[in-house]
C-alpha cells in the first residue's frame, strides 16, 4: 500500500500535468489557479494550444497588484480586462529560462485583443537575462512602463509546455500619452499636444516613436521659438516610424526608416551605442500600446537627415545651428504631473538596456497598469480610472 502510494507520488512529479493541476500543486501560484479558473473560456484555449510559455504572477504578485486601487478597480471597472491581463502572461513558444540571454528579445504574447492593444499581430513582452555572475542566470521580462518581473522559478513543465513564476504582475503595454507622462518625457508630450498631433500618434499602428527627453527640447530652445506650427510638427513627425515596431532587437547598423513626414532617418551603431541620426538612444524599448518607444538625447531635424555621430562618440550632437538652451525645459505648462513612473518591479530596476542603449528606468515603484483601447482612440489608464490612479511600491 505504502509502496503504490510512493509510486503515485512519484509518477504525479515525473509526468508532465495540465496547467490547472500544476498550478494548484504549486503553493506560489494557487492563486493564479484560482483566477484562470474563473475564465474557462480561455483555459481552454491553453489546453488545446501546444507550445506555450504561461509567465505566472505568484500569490504574492497577485496580491500586490490586486491590493492597488487600479488592481481592485478592475473587476467593476471593465470585467474584461482580467483576460487581457492573463492573455498578456501566456507567450507563444516554448522558452525555458536556458534560451534567454542578454540580448533582449520581444517574445509574442497571446494578447491581440484590439480593445487593449494597437500592435499586430500581437502584443509582446521583452525578455532579457542576466548572468551576473550569480548561481542562476537572473531572468526577467519587461513590460508596459518599464514594469521588471523578475523570474523567481523557471522551467516547470506541464504538458503543453512552460511556466515560469514571476515576482510582479505584467504591465500591459500602456498609450503613448500615458507613457510619456510617466516617462518625464513632458517636453515632447506638450509639443504633440499644442501641434494637435497627439491624437494621431496615440492611434496610429505598428509604430516607432524616437522620443527627445527633456534636456533635448531645451537645449534647443531658441530654435524652436522661432519655427512656425507647421514647422514643427514636421520635425515631430520625423520622430515617428508609421507601420514598423523597430523594436531594439532589429535596429542594425546602417538602417533606413522612413518617417512619418516622408523623410528617412539613418541607425548608427557604434559600439555599445545606438544612434539615430546623430542622436543617441539613452533609453530604449519602452512598450506601448502601438508600439516601441525609444528615448533620445536630441532633435532630430529633418533638414539634415545625414547627420551621424562623430567618430568615437559618447553622446549625440544637437542639429540645430545657432540654437541656445532656453532655461526651462518647454512646452511642459499644460502637461499633468505623473502619477505613476517607468520601470517598476518588485526588484532594483532593470537595464533594459538592449543593442547596448544606457537604459535606466527612473524608479522602482509598481506600475502596473494595464489600459483598455477604443476604436476611436486610445484611453490610458488615468484617464479611465481617473486622477487618483497611483501605486504602491513593492
Ligand atoms: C476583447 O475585449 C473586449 C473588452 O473586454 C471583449 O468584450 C471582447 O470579447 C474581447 N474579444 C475577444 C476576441 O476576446
Ligand atoms: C515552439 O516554439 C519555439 C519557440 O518559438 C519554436 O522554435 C518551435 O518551433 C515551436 N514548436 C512547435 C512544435 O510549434
Ligand atoms: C521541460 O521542457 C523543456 C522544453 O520543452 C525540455 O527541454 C525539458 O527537458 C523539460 N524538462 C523536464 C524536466 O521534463
Ligand atoms: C530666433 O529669432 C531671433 C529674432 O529674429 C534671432 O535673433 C535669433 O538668432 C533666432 N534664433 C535662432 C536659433 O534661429
Ligand atoms: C540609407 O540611405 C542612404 C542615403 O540615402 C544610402 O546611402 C544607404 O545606402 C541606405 N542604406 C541602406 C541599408 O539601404
Ligand atoms: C500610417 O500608415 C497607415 C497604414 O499604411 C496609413 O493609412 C496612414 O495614413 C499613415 N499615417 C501617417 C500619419 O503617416
Ligand atoms: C548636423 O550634423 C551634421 C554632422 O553630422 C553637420 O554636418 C551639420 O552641419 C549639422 N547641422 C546643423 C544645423 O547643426
Ligand atoms: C493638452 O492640452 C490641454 C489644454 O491645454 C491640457 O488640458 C491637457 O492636460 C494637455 N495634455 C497633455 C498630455 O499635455
Ligand atoms: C523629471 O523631470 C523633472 C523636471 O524636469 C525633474 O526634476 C525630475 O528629476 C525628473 N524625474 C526623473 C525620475 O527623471
Do not use: C, K, W
Not at 474584461?80 to 513558444?93: M, N, S, T
Not at 500602456?174 to 516617462?183: N, W
Not at 506601448?288 to 549625440?316: F, Q, R, W, Y
Amino acid at each position: 500500500m505504502r509502496s503504490i502510494l510512493s509510486i503515485a507520488i512519484l509518477a504525479g512529479v515525473a509526468l508532465a500535468q495540465d496547467l490547472s493541476s500544476l498550478l494548484t500543486s504549486n503553493e506560489d501560484t494557487t492563486q493564479l489557479a484560482t483566477l484562470l479558473g474563473q475564465y474557462p473560456g480561455l483555459l481552454n484555449q491553453i489546453n488545446n494550444q501546444p507550445n506555450l510559455t504561461i509567465l505566472a504572477p505568484s500569490n504574492q504578485a497577485l496580491t500586490i497588484f490586486l491590493d492597488t486601487p487600479f488592481g481592485a478597480s478592475l473587476a467593476t471597472s471593465d470585467p474584461g480586462i482580467f483576460v487581457a491581463v492573463l492573455q498578456y502572461h501566456i507567450l507563444q513558444g516554448t522558452y525555458p529560462g536556458s534560451a534567454l540571454g542578454e540580448a533582449s528579445i520581444f517574445l509574442p504574447t497571446i494578447l491581440g485583443n484590439e480593445s487593449y492593444t494597437n500592435v499586430t499581430p500581437v502584443q509582446v513582452v521583452q525578455a532579457v537575462s542576466q548572468d551576473d555572475d550569480a548561481e542562476e542566470a537572473d531572468v526577467r521580462f519587461i513590460s508596459g512602463l518599464g514594469q521588471s518581473s523578475t523570474v523567481v522559478r523557471a522551467d516547470v513543465n506541464y504538458t503543453n509546455g512552460i511556466v515560469h513564476v514571476i515576482d510582479t504582475v505584467l504591465t500591459i503595454p500602456a498609450d503613448i500619452v500615458t507613457t510619456l507622462v510617466a516617462g518625464n518625457l513632458s517636453s515632447l508630450a506638450g509639443v504633440l499636444n499644442e501641434t494637435d498631433l497627439l491624437p494621431t500618434v496615440n492611434t496610429l499602428q505598428d509604430i516607432t516613436v524616437f522620443a527627445p527627453n527633456n534636456a533635448a527640447f531645451q537645449s534647443i530652445g531658441s530654435a524652436l521659438q522661432n519655427l512656425t506650427t507647421d514647422d514643427i510638427s514636421d520635425i515631430l513627425l520625423y520622430h515617428v516610424v508609421n507601420g514598423t515596431v523597430g523594436y531594439s532587437s532589429m535596429l542594425e547598423d546602417g538602417m533606413n526608416l522612413t518617417t512619418a513626414n516622408g523623410e528617412d532617418l539613418t541607425i548608427h551603431i557604434e559600439g555599445d551605442s545606438v544612434f539615430v541620426n546623430g542622436a543617441e538612444v539613452v533609453q530604449a524599448d519602452i512598450l506601448v500600446a502601438n508600439g516601441v518607444v525609444h528615448v533620445i538625447d536630441n532633435v532630430l531635424n529633418p533638414e539634415s537627415p545625414t547627420a551621424s555621430p562623430s567618430a568615437s562618440a559618447t553622446s549625440g550632437m544637437p542639429n540645430f545651428s545657432g540654437a541656445s538652451s532656453a532655461t526651462e525645459p518647454p512646452y511642459t505648462s499644460g502637461v499633468p504631473s505623473p502619477t505613476t513612473t517607468l520601470g517598476g518591479g518588485a526588484d532594483e530596476p532593470a537595464d533594459t538596456g538592449s543593442g547596448g542603449a544606457d537604459a535606466s528606468p527612473t524608479d522602482t515603484e509598481g506600475a502596473a497598469m494595464p489600459i483598455r483601447t477604443q476604436a476611436v482612440g486610445v484611453i490610458g489608464a488615468a484617464a479611465l480610472f481617473g486622477a487618483g490612479v497611483a501605486f504602491m511600491g513593492v
